[in-house]
């Protein structure tokens, strides 16, 4: 079925975040909504896929800030949906790393190096408050690297590229609790943004059949006038709106790939520069069976190489899939657009070697791969926006505030939340709830208009 070719809000993209602002549109009595997808699915950057049997997650995978006073509202969801998932305890990660030789250092000299490390984070972030106050964006995104061996590099990236609580004063842990749960569903962690759509769309036999959602719509041109908004996508059509909320990531508005009419202006395409986005790749190899150690305190091991970042963070899936036999490494970054670029097979096979530098020469080869890749898919071109730890008040409030009739959510305008799911959930409602306050103003101002 098409959609009316004018609506109150178009919504362009059907992440959570704009699946979570749609609802609440709904909810209020906005019902002639059109949210235009990309892709031929929702989800976004929550992405589940069926690898060796069972269901991985190429996105987000954690429920990130679970058992503080208040609870994660995404927590909640996942509760609704019944969601499976196993709590992650990277407590004991640093007793688990490998050297080049196979040889796992001793707990004493891992833990020290770790408490030195941490010491250091804390001691860092602490000069950078004093310093900076949150005031200069750019300098503060500068890692000074004083880690050295191929160990004190490990420590780093677990600490800084995987974001330990204990290195940083993130909001997350601060307001929900350091839990993290891992999730473990074959519906995927999807499945939270599915039951939202359900809730306010036209379902039939478990299938959404409305008109209000179009899947494979590719917007190219956001045209806003002083009256409405003109949406031209990659087919042509053209749909018109009051207002649209625009979900993409910071990736794709870095990219230019939807232009605007008339252009921007500085203030906003500044901080649209300014801010950095993290790659992040999670690469599942599976294997026959398996041969790394199981049990309790081994879920989590590192590899410690001489490149930083270099295939260090490993984590076996037999506690969420057991039977399964699959790994899963994390690259970051630089090492993620260098994968990335590469073939499956050749990635395959530098994992195979430091698996081989860890578990000795007769392992056995993996029998698959799965590699994401988030920067070259030009619907996301990063994996998360990347603020400073201390975030910069300005950039936020520039990056989220509306340009006219184009409002802006997703992950990357959260001020407190950014690169977590809840942060892209609760912007979406935040988003959604500053538009009806608008719509709001606006009729008033007309009704005085028209009114004797
Ligand atoms: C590898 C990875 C690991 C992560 N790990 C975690 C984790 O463990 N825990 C956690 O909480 N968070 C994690 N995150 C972050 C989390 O996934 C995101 O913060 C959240 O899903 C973002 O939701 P969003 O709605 O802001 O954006 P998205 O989900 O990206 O939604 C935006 C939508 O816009 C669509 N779109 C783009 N361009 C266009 C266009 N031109 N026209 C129409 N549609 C378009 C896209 O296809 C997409 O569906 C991870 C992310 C990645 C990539
Ligand atoms: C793994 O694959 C390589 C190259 O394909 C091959 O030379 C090697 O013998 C295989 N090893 C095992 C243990 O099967």
């Not at 979406?428 to 007309?446: C, P």
Request: charged share 25%; glycine share 8%; with cysteine.
């Amino acid at each position: 079925m098409d959609p009316p070719s004018r609506s109150s809000v178009i919504i362009v993209g059907a992440g959570v975040s704009g699946i979570a602002a749609a609802k609440v549109l709904t909810e209020n009595g906005v019902e002639d909504i059109l949210i235009l997808e990309a892709t031929d699915r929702i989800g976004g950057r929550m992405r589940k896929e069926v690898f060796g049997g069972v269901s991985v997650e190429l996105g987000a995978g954690w429920i990130v800030g679970v058992g503080g006073k208040v609870p994660n509202p995404v927590w909640e969801l996942a509760a609704k949906s019944s969601l499976r998932t196993c709590l992650s305890d990277f407590s004991h990660v640093s007793y688990n790393i490998y050297d080049r030789s196979g040889k796992v250092f001793p707990r004493e000299v891992a833990a020290d190096s770790y408490r030195k490390a941490v010491d250091s984070a804390t001691e860092k972030t602490r000069n950078q408050q004093e310093t900076d106050g949150g005031g200069d964006f750019s300098g503060a995104t500068e890692p000074p690297p004083t880690a050295k061996t191929p160990l004190e590099l490990a420590i780093d990236f677990v600490l800084h590229d995987y974001e330990m609580p204990e290195a940083q004063p993130i909001p997350t842990y601060l307001d929900y609790g350091e839990g993290e749960y891992l999730v473990a569903d074959e519906r995927g962690y999807e499945e939270l943004v599915h039951k939202m759509a359900h809730d306010f769309l036209v379902t039939s036999e478990g299938k959404i059949l409305d008109s209000r959602l179009q899947l494979n719509k590719v917007v190219r041109e956001i045209q806003y006038l002083r009256s409405r908004v003109t949406v031209t996508m990659e087919d042509g059509c053209v749909y018109d709106a009051n207002y649209a909320i625009l979900s993409v990531s910071i990736g794709v508005l870095k990219s230019d790939f939807i232009s605007f009419q008339p252009s921007m202006p500085g203030w906003k395409t500044e901080a649209i520069e300014k801010l950095d986005v993290t790659v992040y790749t999670k690469i599942y190899p599976k294997f026959p069976e398996k041969f790394w150690p199981c049990g309790p305190e081994k879920e989590f091991f590192m590899y410690a190489h001489e490149r930083r970042g270099y295939y260090t963070f490993w984590q076996h899936m037999e506690n969420a899939y057991p039977g399964s036999n699959i790994l899963v490494v994390t690259l970051t970054n630089g090492e993620s657009k260098r994968v990335e670029s590469q073939s499956d097979e050749e990635t395959l096979k530098e994992a195979m070697e430091v698996l081989r530098d860890m578990f000795g020469p007769n392992i056995p080869n993996a029998t698959g791969i799965l590699v994401p890749r988030w920067l070259n898919d030009k619907f996301q071109r990063c994996s998360y926006s990347k603020y400073p730890v201390i975030s910069n008040h300005q950039v936020v409030q520039s990056i989220k505030a509306p340009v006219g009739r184009i409002f802006f959510t997703g992950e990357h305008t959260s001020e407190r939340f950014s690169g977590y799911v809840h942060g892209g959930y609760l912007a979406g409602i935040d988003t959604s709830k500053a538009l009806l306050e608008e719509m709001r103003k606006e009729k008033e101002r007309k009704s005085e208009f028209v009114d004797p």
